[in-house]
């Protein structure tokens, strides 16, 4: 009863605060954002813990100092991730100064050209829910994204139902085999994210920022078996809290549709989610104990 009592009061924090949102310039929502992403950050010490020992622990080399920065963006890109997601439906995304900016949104359009569908992979990273809505947007043509549902389903469906209002349709990734096959079959768009940790009959234990970590392996596995292409973005915050785009076409032409193949494919997938890391630290979500095997 308390639970969802609780949960209930979360999904009225979430109205009231989209609400706010929408009438704040965009700058005072960012702060409004981090300092959301801090409060995450001190609701729970054993995450807090977790994200901090996954950071020093990566093959990056980070001082404690570094670390400590790095926790302190993480969390509050989360926090930024959010308040952008409550008002994703009030951007333009074709305005000369858009909210996301891709440097080549038209290679989507040329790869699906080929008919064998397109599958999009990227990251908890930056704002990925700005990614998906942005690029359903500009390309006039909904995608179709791979999504966890959440413990709460009070918030959970608020959220699915702002993520869809561009046209985007959500598929549940318990559910989701059969259904992206069909995706493909129809030269539709699948869009995924691939860098949290895999269970034990969905993943490979690949190198991951230096450990072993156990990585999905279905966007591999779907794209060899149907020559689908594969398209690989990330979306990069810059100072004036907009972001750009740079989207590769992860090629596969040289790889055979097995066991081999599937490995090295996703480990091209894992070289550039690291370069990106590399790159941004703090744009990407620590948080999740990915590095867990057992």
């Known amino acids: 009863m308390m639970k969802e009592i609780f949960q209930k009061i979360s999904l009225l924090f979430f109205k009231i605060l989209r609400t706010f949102l929408r009438f704040v310039p965009e700058s005072i929502k960012v702060s409004i954002g981090k300092l959301l992403g801090l409060v995450m950050m001190l ?56 909210k996301v900016k891709y440097s080549n949104i038209e290679l989507i359009k040329q790869v699906n050209e080929r008919g064998k569908g397109v599958i999009l992979l990227s990251a908890h990273f930056g704002n990925w829910e700005l990614l998906a809505y942005s690029a359903s947007i500009l390309l006039s043509k909904p995608l179709h994204i791979v999504v966890k549902f959440q413990m709460n389903p009070y918030t959970d469906q608020y959220l699915r139902n702002l993520r869809q209002r561009g046209g985007n349709q959500l598929i549940d990734m318990n559910k989701a085999g059969l259904t992206l096959v069909k995706v493909i079959k129809f030269n539709d768009i699948i869009a995924m994210l691939s860098d949290q940790r895999a269970g034990k009959n ?21 794209a060899l078996k149907f020559k689908t292409p594969i398209i690989v973005g990330f979306a990069v915050r810059d100072s004036n809290n907009n972001y750009t785009v740079e989207l590769v076409e992860l090629d596969h032409s040289d790889l055979v ?17 690291e370069s990106a890391i590399e790159k941004n630290p703090g744009h990407w979500a620590w948080q999740h104990n990915r590095w867990k095997i057992d």
Request: without cysteine; glycine residues 6%.
């Open 257 to 273: 549709d097995n066991n081999e193949g599937v490995e090295e494919l996703t480990k091209r997938y894992l070289k550039l989610l």
């Open 202 to 222: 969905e993943g490979l234990i690949l190198d991951f920022l230096g450990r072993s970590a156990r990585t999905y392996k279905a966007p591999a596995l779907l």
């Open 43 to 98: 609701a729970s010490s054993k995450r807090k813990k977790i994200t901090l020992h996954n950071i020093l622990e990566s093959n990056l080399d980070y001082s404690i100092s570094d670390a400590n920065k790095i926790l302190k963006e993480s969390y509050q890109n989360l926090g930024i991730t959010l308040v952008e997601l409550l008002t994703i439906d009030k951007y333009n995304f074709g305005s000369e100064n858009p």
